[in-house]
């Protein structure tokens, strides 16, 4: 084992792979349980940064991945995770690989607020590696908000239900060259119509963040505080964090 395996394993959290499913064309389910992840300080919408390094030989910097929490359970210490393998990188691999009753290491989970919740509706728009964090957001949402949901993907079979089985956000299938200009006209139609104060978040492929943020700022005229932006991944570029 090397020095950094070593100090990783001894200074990261860790959980138990519980269960491994995979939930959708390139997507796998992780549940990961264990003792010291009963009620940690946890705000909806963190992430974790998972250590798929462990005694394998991956450069320093593709020894960690950022995966959004889907889920956490502070009672029975299990927190749900959904990875999709689209990039064939480092973290694709780790997962497909992964099994039952493995240990994960990981850090994260700090307990900082995520969630503006001073809108009177939403705009959420991400691709399928955004889909756990973006049901996270809008279960945690006060129930008295209008949420405006696109999801999209080249296929419908990449899609997956929320951890209950519920499909409360919207599936577009298209291409990723053709979303923008697609969500631009569909936002601007919400943004027409509704009153009161709206937020978007805006994640996924960093490409199409960028685009409907200009959008947001230049042609609808929002604030900075009202456009939530976390791109995912960018097209060539490895390992974004
Ligand atoms: C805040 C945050 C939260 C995240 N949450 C999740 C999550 O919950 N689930 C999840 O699956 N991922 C999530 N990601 C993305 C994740 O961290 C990895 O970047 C992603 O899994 C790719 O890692 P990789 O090592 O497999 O590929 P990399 O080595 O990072 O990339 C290899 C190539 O694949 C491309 N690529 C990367 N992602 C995609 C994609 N989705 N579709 C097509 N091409 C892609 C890259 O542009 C690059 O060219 C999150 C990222 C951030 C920053």
Known sequence: ?????????????KG?????????????????????????????????KVYIGADNDLSFSDKMRTYSIWNYEPDNGVIDLAIS???????????????????????????????????????????????PHLYELNRHLSANKKVYSF??????EDFF???????????YTMQSADCPV????????IIEREQGRGVAYLEGEAEVCIAIHHYLKKHEQWQS???????????GKKGLD
């Open 225 to 235: 505080k009202q456009i939530h932006t976390k791109p995912f991944w960018s097209q």
């Open 182 to 189: 697609k969500l631009m006209k569909a936002i601007h139609g």
């Open 1 to 13: 084992m090397s020095i950094i395996d070593n100090i990783a394993k001894r200074v990261l959290r």
């Open 85 to 131: 393998t689209f990039s064939n990188g480092p973290g694709a691999e780790w997962v497909k690989n992964i099994r039952e009753c493995d240990v994960v290491y990981f850090g994260g989970m700090k307990g900082k607020r995520q969630i503006d919740d001073s809108a009177d509706y939403y705009i959420l728009v991400g691709d399928v590696s955004s889909l």
């Open 16 to 48: 138990t792979v519980i269960e491994k499913r995979k939930i959708a064309g390139d997507t796998y389910h992780l549940m990961l349980m264990s003792e010291e992840l009963k009620d940690l300080p946890y705000a909806p919408g963190e992430q974790v």
């Open 151 to 156: 999801i999209h993907s080249e296929f419908h």
């Open 161 to 171: 239900t929320d951890v209950d089985g519920s499909t409360p956000l919207s599936f």
